[in-house]
């Protein structure tokens, strides 16, 4: 029998634990080191898109995530004074367009649908990685605790702050002068409109605010994005005030106000994403999701892209010998690089149409949102939802 390459992947976030589960699929083994010794909840929602809801229900995970997550109708666009602009469904039309239902969901109740696919032997929780080695026809990692592992290859899942990236570049996060509010609000504290299966957001100068239900409709997520002038923190565990909260979107109408008021705890931290990878791997290292391509959340295609990532590299080392594996890699990065890239850069170039003040220009910008909702909205959205990363079967088949 041939004998499998030691992969350890770095991180067990959306994109390590979807790489570990694709792994499995295919028959691969996989160590996958997470600096964390418990993996807690943190964080609030994510949106997941069919591009990432077909490969996660080739990988059998969808069952369980769906018995929290919710199934979104549609997406709606408002002013900051509440005048609708746009709305585009979601709904059965996304199913039948694109072969799959758009998700919101708890990035906790999405790790966990992972962890419960993958299972715990692969997982070395308590592992955080400090340093990486040239070792003879591999890799040495070496870790906080000084245990270290000797890998045939080495994949950085391990986000924004990805000690495996600085094998590829010595580049830094750039912060892009926003920062973001987060929380989750009990559905029960606001008014019954909140329980609309609806992301929803409204657009205003300098800033916006968006909302949807997560973990089966009981909690409310927002993330509310305003300029960031004081010393940047990158943590997703960092506090905010309610308080600044309820001040930066002072005025505000509708259910921005019952959200801002509501919210007891409240996370801050700055949006940071980074330059382009101008190669993803470097012999038998790679990375992918955060640690290749941190992107702003405009798109709301961060973990969608950690999913098409694992999934893709997944089905390239089907198969695959240890010395295959930095040819595998370097087709691996080209496929995935053109795509990510095109993404951060849509994403980037979104945070300033989103934010134009009140006049001649949000009114031709709110005109060309209205001239593309509804279903050719949803048709334009295409190039996202439609890919087909790996080999998951393309929409509509
Ligand atoms: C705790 C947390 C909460 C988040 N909450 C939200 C949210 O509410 N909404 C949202 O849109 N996005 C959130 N994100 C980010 C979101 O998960 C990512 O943008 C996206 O899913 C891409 O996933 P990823 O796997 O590339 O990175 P991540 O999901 O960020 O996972 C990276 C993993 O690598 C681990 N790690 C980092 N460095 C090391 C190291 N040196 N050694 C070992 N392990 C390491 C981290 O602990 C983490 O588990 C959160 C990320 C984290 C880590």
Redesign the pocket.
Known sequence: MRAHPRIAV???????LTLAAALDRAGIPCQV????RQLTE?????QLAPNAIRPLRQLGVVETLQRSAVRIEAMETRSWAGAPIARTPFGPACEKLFAAPYYAIH?ADLQAALLARVGPRPLRLG????RMEPAEDGVRLGFRDGTTYHADLVVG???????VRQALTDDAPVFSGLGVF?GLVPVRDLPQAAREPLIRMWLGPGRHFVCYPVRGGELISFAAIAPLCDAPVES??ADGSPGDLVEAFDGWRGLVRDVTRAARTVRRWALYDREELTTWSAGRITV????AH?ML?FLAQ??NQ?VEDAVELASRLDGTTRADIPAVLGDYGATRGDRTTAIQQGARGHSESMHLPDGPRQQERDLALRASSGIAGLRGRAWLYAYAAGATPAAGT
């Open positions: 770095i991180g067990a976030g959306i994109g390590g080191f997470e600096q964390a943190v964080g609030a929602g994510v990035r592992h955080a990685l400090t899942a391990d986000g924004i702050h990805s000690v987060r997703w565990s992918l999701g955060d640690a941190p959340p961060g973990a950690a």
